[in-house]
C-alpha cells in the first residue's frame, strides 16, 4: 500500500512571524464531517496557536467550515481540538514550551493515507526589526533578478 501526502492548508504567515526552531507531525482528533470538510480545503490555520493543557496538547482558533450535507449548528468551526503525540514527544513539547518565549503553532495540515495530520512548529516571535531585514533581501533578491533578466548573458 503506497502512502501518500496531500497538503491542504499551509500557514505562510507563521513563517514570516516566527522562527521555526523544530517540526513534529501530529493526528487531530476530529468529527466525521470536519474531515469532510478539510478534504474539500475549507480549513483556515491563520490565527491558530497550540496550548498544553495538562497532558494534552490542544489546537485553538484552527478554522474547519461546517460540511454542506450537515446541520449547521451542530459543531462549533472554531472549536479547540486535541492533539495526539505520543507520550515522549509530548513531554518534549510540554518542556520546551515552559521555556520563556517559545510557543506552538501548526504549520500545516495535509492527508498522511487516510489520515490528517496536522505539522506543528515550535516557534519563537520574530523582533520587527528581523521582519523587515526579511523583506529587504527579498525585495533586494527581486531587484538582483530582474536585473539580470534584461541582460542579456554572454554578449
Not at 468529527?31 to 497550540?50: H, M, P, T, Y
Not at 446541520?71 to 515522549?88: A, F, M
Amino acid at each position: 500500500m503506497a502512502k501518500y501526502f496531500k497538503l491542504i492548508a499551509d500557514n505562510r504567515k507563521a513563517r514570516f512571524d516566527f522562527n521555526i526552531l523544530e517540526t513534529c507531525k501530529a493526528g487531530l482528533v476530529l468529527e466525521g464531517s470536519e474531515v469532510k470538510s478539510i478534504r474539500l480545503g475549507r480549513v483556515n490555520l491563520k490565527d491558530s496557536f497550540a496550548r498544553v493543557e495538562g497532558q494534552n496538547i490542544f489546537v485553538h482558533g484552527m478554522h474547519i467550515s461546517p460540511y454542506q450535507k450537515v446541520e449547521k449548528s451542530k459543531l462549533n468551526p472554531t472549536r479547540p481540538r486535541k492533539v495526539l503525540l505520543n507520550k515522549k514527544e509530548l513531554i518534549k513539547l510540554s518542556s520546551k514550551v515552559a521555556e520563556k518565549g517559545l510557543t506552538l503553532i501548526p504549520l500545516k495540515i495535509f492527508f498522511d493515507g487516510n489520515w490528517a495530520k496536522l505539522e506543528l512548529g515550535l516557534a519563537r516571535s520574530k523582533r520587527k526589526y528581523e521582519k523587515r531585514d526579511v523583506i529587504r533581501r527579498k525585495s533586494d533578491q527581486r531587484e538582483i533578478e530582474r536585473a539580470f533578466k534584461g541582460k542579456a548573458y554572454g554578449s
